[in-house]
Each structure stands twice: as structure tokens, then as C-alpha cells.
């Protein structure tokens, strides 16, 4: 006998959730809070840098007390006078994966932070937390944002960057609002960066959920413009003036392409209404990067830009962790004895809170790798392999676009957490 989630699960889990009122705590408006996030292996710390004020509010209005995902961080705002919560999200960053690697065990390095929070109407307190690979908390900040502070600096939608919606369904306040920026686009080449911000568009609109959900998002192409034409390759001593000053060689990684000039990416989206960013590299490189709420970034003219924009958007939008696997090591960002907050990986730590419920009965775990080319994408089971991993972590399904950039879709698992996460978001 099957046990199957229900295919209405996700809409019946948000709809018996309680109704609040938005209006009760906020006005329309956003709070961009700047943050710093330092240390090395051993200490980590955090330290406000700057709070500004955007003129609309382009976030979720339901569920605010709730986290969308654990992710590897948090953020808690609490009316000051009740001490009640009245807005909760979650997510990672960079820095926390660059503690997991060697060099963070001999220096100690700074990286920006952005978040977008409600404005609230009275003062609040807000909490940031960041999280370690065992869930527990390593750093933390406590505070306050006063509505009338005068020093939250006003940024208005004057000089509101040059933008082109691709795809309008409704008002901001109703949709998820994509925004693709150019990176490494000159002012000539924006012709060309707007036919590949419709590429990923399209690319992205082809893979369920997003398809059937479609009705659901804004899309708009931001003409952020660079300097110079590509995007920065260091260990071939190519350095560009770019708009958001990304570079492949993260890490020392050679795929890795990210920027870690996070507000930078910020001040170019002043004005327009945004929750999710992705940035199109001009670059033939293979290579990207997506990290949970923070950006996709990832290279537009490598053949494979369209699957690899796809998956790095599950990072980014969905918190999907990478299901391929290359070590028989451990990976460090992945203990065996801790179940991962990602949706989509398991250790069995703690199976129940994943896709028991999709896999059949009898199913055996670890199960044999499927060969039937009708079930390779389809058949929910307990596949070993996955978050870098050989041994000991586990993925949904034998094939996955987070996993190879051959499948040509997301496995169930991975479809029914982002339909999840887009009915958090939009339902009322």
C-alpha cells in the first residue's frame, strides 16, 4: 500500500494556518537592514551596519510569525512594547559556507549581509541568528528599529534603475516579484543581457511547480550596467568593473561564481519591488552559485545556462540542497548525526520530518537506483548520495534537476517544497 502526501497537502496546510493582520504592526514600506557578519571557524560575530527605507513592501502578508525554512540563520521582530512576534524569515549566506572551509581556520574575514524586512508601525526589536552545521546558535544580535529614527536613510524611487517587466500577473502585494539583474552587461550589450533575462525567465516557467503556478510571480529585468563587458576570472588574472563585482574562484573553487558586494546588488534595486534576485553573468564560463534568500547568480552564455539557472534558483528560492555527491568523506557542511534543514537530503537522523510519506511501502533504504527510464525522475525512494557525500546522505529520487543538469525536471520531493514555499508565500 502507498502512503501518499496528499495532493492538496501544501494548500490544506496553508490554509488552517491563523489569519493575521498586516496592517495591525506595519505600514507599505521596507526595512533594507544592513549587517555584517565576521569571524573565522572558532568565533563568529554580527554588527548592524546601516538601515534604510524603501518605499513599498513587496514581502509575504500572511504567516508572518512563521519561518518558511529553518535555513542557516533567522531573523525575529518583535513589537517592543508586547514583545510579541510579529515577523519571522530565514537564511543563509555566504560566510557561513566560507567557515566551513580551510582558510577559515587561519584568518578571519568580513562579508555583507541584506535583509528586507516590514516596517513597522511602532518600535520593534529585531533579532539576527546564525546558526552552525548542528543547528545551534553561534552568534546573535539584538536591535531596535524606531519607525521615526531619522537616520533611516530614505531611499527613494527617484533614480529608480531602468526596468522591464517580463512577467506581471498582479500587484506586488499579491505576487513572489523575481527581479534579474544584469552583471558584466555594458550599456551596448543591454539589448542582448534582456533576451537572456527572458531565457531564464522562460527556463524557469518550463519546470513544475513554477509552470502550474505561474499566475503567482512578477518578473522584471533590471538593466544595472557595467563598466566592462564579462565578469571577473581571477586565476586567469581577469579582473572586470562590474556592476555587482562578481568572480568566479569563490573559495578557490573554479565553478564557484559569486559576489560577495551584497550591497551593491541592493542599491541597484531601490525603488522596484522585489523579494527574490537572480543575477545573469555575461560570461561563456560555466559556472554560478545560489544561495537561500540572498541571489542566484549564475553565467548566461554557457550552454547549459538554462538547467543551471533552474537549479540555482532551488537553492536560492527553495532552500534545495545539491543531490550530487563526490566524496566519501563527510562533507562538513553535513554531520551524520543531524538531520539537514534542506527539504530535499536526509542523513535519516530524522526521516519523518522528510518524504516518508511519499516513499511506498516495502521501498527498501538505501534504495537500489532505479534503470527504468519512466521511473528515474519519478520513483520517491531513499537513494544514497547526496550534499557532496557518497555515504551516509541520501536524495528522493535517482535523477534531479538538483542534481544533473541532464534531468529535465525537479524530482517530486523538490517540486512538492516549492510549491510548499509558493503557497507560504501567496496564500491569504
Not at 502507498?2 to 493575521?20: D, E, G, N, R, V
Not at 533567522?74 to 510579541?84: P, T, V
Request: hydrophobic fraction near 35%; glycine fraction near 6%.
Amino acid at each position: 500500500m502507498k502512503k501518499t502526501l496528499p495532493a492538496l497537502a501544501a494548500c490544506l496546510w496553508c490554509c488552517i494556518a491563523p489569519a493575521q493582520d498586516f496592517n495591525e504592526h506595519f505600514i507599505d514600506k521596507t526595512i533594507r537592514a544592513d549587517y555584517i557578519f565576521s569571524g573565522n571557524a572558532e568565533k563568529q560575530d554580527i554588527s548592524l551596519d546601516e538601515l534604510s527605507a524603501l518605499p513599498q513592501w513587496a514581502g509575504r502578508r500572511v504567516r508572518l510569525d512563521e519561518l518558511p525554512l529553518a535555513g542557516n540563520g533567522e531573523i525575529e521582530m518583535k513589537d517592543a512594547a508586547s514583545g510579541a512576534v510579529i515577523y519571522r524569515t530565514s537564511f543563509s549566506s555566504l560566510f557561513q559556507e566560507w567557515i566551513c572551509e580551510k582558510e577559515a581556520k587561519r584568518t578571519k574575514r568580513s562579508f555583507e549581509n541584506v535583509f528586507l524586512l516590514p516596517y513597522p508601525k511602532r518600535p520593534a526589536t529585531v533579532t539576527v541568528r546564525l546558526k552552525d552545521v548542528y543547528h545551534k546558535e553561534t552568534a546573535s544580535i539584538t536591535h531596535e528599529i524606531n519607525p521615526d529614527d531619522i537616520l533611516i536613510r530614505q531611499r527613494s524611487s527617484e533614480d529608480i534603475a531602468p526596468h522591464r517587466y517580463l512577467l506581471q500577473n498582479g500587484s506586488d502585494e499579491d505576487c513572489i516579484d523575481i527581479v534579474i539583474m544584469a552583471e558584466g552587461y555594458t550599456k551596448e550589450e543591454m539589448d542582448m543581457f534582456c533576451r537572456d533575462a527572458q531565457t531564464a525567465c522562460e527556463a524557469l516557467f518550463a519546470h513544475e511547480p513554477f509552470r502550474t503556478l505561474k499566475s503567482r510571480f512578477n518578473v522584471a529585468a533590471v538593466f544595472s550596467e557595467s563598466k566592462d563587458s564579462g565578469v571577473s576570472v581571477p586565476r586567469q588574472g581577469q579582473w572586470k568593473s562590474t556592476a555587482v563585482g562578481s568572480h568566479f574562484d569563490t573559495f578557490y573553487s573554479e565553478r564557484y561564481l559569486t559576489t560577495r558586494n551584497v550591497k551593491a546588488v541592493h542599491n541597484w534595486l531601490a525603488g522596484i519591488p522585489y523579494e527574490h534576485v537572480i543575477i545573469l553573468a555575461n560570461t561563456g564560463t560555466y559556472g554560478g552559485g545560489g544561495i537561500y534568500n540572498s541571489y542566484t547568480l549564475t553565467a548566461a552564455h554557457h550552454p547549459m545556462f538554462k538547467p543551471v539557472v533552474v537549479h540555482e534558483f532551488g537553492h536560492s528560492f527553495g532552500g534545495l540542497a545539491d543531490e550530487y555527491a563526490y566524496d566519501d568523506a563527510p562533507s562538513p557542511q553535513y554531520p551524520y548525526s543531524i538531520e539537514p534543514w534542506e527539504p530535499n537530503i536526509t542523513t535519516l537522523a530524522d526521516f519523518s520530518l522528510k518524504w516518508e510519506d511519499m516513499v511506498e511501502a516495502d521501498t527498501p533504504i538505501p534504495t537500489p537506483v532505479q534503470t527504468d527510464s519512466t521511473l528515474v525522475y519519478t520513483k520517491v525512494g531513499v537513494y544514497e548520495g547526496a550534499g557532496y557525500t557518497l555515504k551516509g546522505i541520501y536524495r528522493p529520487a535517482t535523477e534531479c534537476r538538483m542534481k544533473i543538469n541532464e534531468a529535465p525536471a525537479f524530482c517530486p520531493v523538490c517540486q512538492q517544497a516549492l510549491k510548499k514555499l509558493i503557497y507560504f508565500y501567496t496564500n491569504k
